[in-house]
């Protein structure tokens, strides 16, 4: 019986640490507080339920702060498990820091299914695609996935994704630049301005993969009465 007790009390002493750093987390958020940032989201439309209106460099700074104290601190928690318990605060700052300090290379499927199902606001979607999805071992997977949805903060990730992959020179296959052309097209014709510009910017990335790509965007652009100028 005494393993098991030791195994509980070892849990405690983990949630203990893990809760007490979540806590001096969101007090350094003071310390960022933007009163103008803050309040120009919320007239923007932008509401979450507590925002302190850290500017983004302040809160990569915070995200490289927080990774170097992994690398030189004995921790009962890893930065994974930092990602997923900062994930779960309705905070924005504590969102966006999850996105810059998950681990790309050890974030499942599953779990980022969850991640894009929690996403209510157009930041955090942005912020989740840049800072992370495009670096998932499998991002072209979702982004073709998202991309197809009905919802619209799905298909900006996607797009937002496939952009990112693009500029880094990722080619896409033939299944997969018909499907992006088709998809493209028709969100260009959606009524969502925010995934309009997304899809268009993810065409002009498109076509700076060579002349191919470029004949192929102009090409399927022209159907819907579009050019790049």
């Not at 933007?34 to 995200?63: C, E, F, H, I």
């Not at 702060?65 to 030189?72: A, D, P």
């Not at 991640?115 to 942005?126: F, G, L, N, V, Y």
Request: some cysteine; glycine content about 4%; charged content about 25%.
């Amino acid at each position: 019986m005494a393993e098991p007790s030791g195994k509980a009390e070892r849990n405690i002493i983990y949630l203990m640490d893990l809760n007490q750093q979540i806590k001096e987390i969101k007090q350094s958020f003071r310390l960022m507080m933007d009163g103008m940032v803050a309040t120009s989201m919320r007239q923007k439309g932008v509401d979450y339920k507590l925002n302190w209106g850290a500017t983004l460099p302040r809160l990569r700074d915070k995200a490289e702060e927080l990774k170097q104290m992994f690398n030189v601190s004995c921790l009962t928690f890893n930065q994974y498990d930092l990602a997923i318990a900062l994930w779960k605060e309705n905070v924005r700052e504590c969102k966006i820091l999850a996105t810059m300090i998950m681990p790309a290379d050890q974030m499942l499927p599953e779990v980022a299914d969850i991640w894009m199902e929690q996403t209510d606001a157009q930041e955090i979607a942005e912020q989740a695609a840049f800072n992370l999805y495009q670096y998932l071992p499998y991002a072209p997977e979702k982004a073709y996935t998202w991309m197809a949805s009905d919802k619209e903060l799905y298909q900006l990730c996607g797009f937002h994704i496939l952009s990112r992959l693009f500029m880094n020179g990722q080619e896409p296959n033939e299944r997969g630049i018909n499907e992006f052309l088709d998809q493209a097209l028709a969100a260009l014709q959606g009524d969502s301005l925010m995934v309009r510009k997304a899809a268009m910017n993810t065409m002009m990335r498109f076509s700076e993969l060579g002349l191919v790509y470029t004949r192929l965007a102009k090409s399927a652009l022209k159907q819907v009465n579009l050019d790049f100028l």
